[in-house]
């Protein structure tokens, strides 16, 4: 039986508008044969929680352009723990500044990717890092 493609959501915290990047990282991992659900703009943490457990994810990626990075992330990570959802990977991307990495590392983000990152390079990590339920 072969194994059923990972399941990832990837969302947009918060209030900031602006999610090319985020459809641009959705399309690459459909095309790499994953199911992909979008969450659309504006989601809060409770929003992208509900989703991914809902749709039963492996993995959730957040895009987060505004600056409130540190604090969405905290709280999306908080949320699957109180929901008994921690097994869902959580990554993301977006403008963070990189002495941020660690302390979103130390909090359970497993990968922070930064402008420049390839769509390759992000399905590669989903891909060695994300494993199906």
Known sequence: ?????????????????????????????????????YTGLHQTPEQI????????????????LSGAHMT????????LKERDASDIVVFGGGIIPEDD???LTEMGVAKVFTPGATTTEIVEWVNANVSAS
């Open 49 to 64: 929680v509900e989703a991914s457990i809902q749709e039963d994810a492996d993995a959730v990626g957040l895009s987060v």
């Open 72 to 79: 969405l992330f905290a709280k999306t990570i908080e949320l």
């Open 1 to 37: 039986m072969s194994e059923s493609p990972l399941r990832i959501v990837v969302a947009k915290p918060g209030l900031d508008g602006h999610d090319r990047g985020a459809k641009v990282i959705a399309r690459a991992l459909r095309d790499a044969g994953m199911e992909v659900i």
């Open 101 to 103: 990495i660690p302390q």
